[in-house]
């Protein structure tokens, strides 16, 4: 994971006041490293300025909900079937994302129209709301490439994955 995630989860994770000098040693970065992550995430929109000190805006919020990882053994498995292993998996929301791309979409028919995406998004990732969209997705009918598309402008609209993987991974 990249060191400006790390820099987000800790500034949100902080419960009081923390110096510059004590934030760094958290993340492990110099002051001066430390300072300029805080600025770049600033600039990118993850973090504004509060008085002296800086607060997580909604983005920053939804890239560290996109990139939280579900509790152990609760990831999405894709299929293509009953008893129809794909080699793809998701254990957190991005990843989830990144798989909907990729996995071909007789996976994504597959467990669209059974509700499996949707009771993950409910039950496991605490998000009822991209539920009930998957909902909508589904009673639409849409098939292929369409259906791949329609999921991923969802999963965007709420986090802005697409931008969310090319700044926070690697």
Known sequence: ??????????????????????????????????????????????????????????????????????????????????????????????????AIKQVRVDSLEFHLYRSDFQNWLRDVCKEPDVADEFDRVAVSGLKGEALRAELTKTLDAKYGVSELISVFSG
């Open 1 to 98: 994971m990249k060191q400006e995630f790390i820099v987000l989860k800790t500034l949100i994770e902080a419960t009081g006041h923390m110096d510059l000098k004590g934030f760094a040693d958290k993340v492990n970065l110099s002051p001066n490293q430390a300072l300029h992550q805080i600025q770049e995430l600033a600039k990118d929109g993850f973090l504004q300025r509060v008085g002296a000190g800086y607060g997580v805006t909604q983005k920053g919020k939804a890239a560290l909900k996109a990139f939280k990882p579900v509790a152990k053994d609760n990831e999405f498995r894709f299929y293509y079937g009953l008893d129809n292993s794909s080699d793809h998996a998701a254990e957190s929301l991005a990843q989830f994302y990144s």
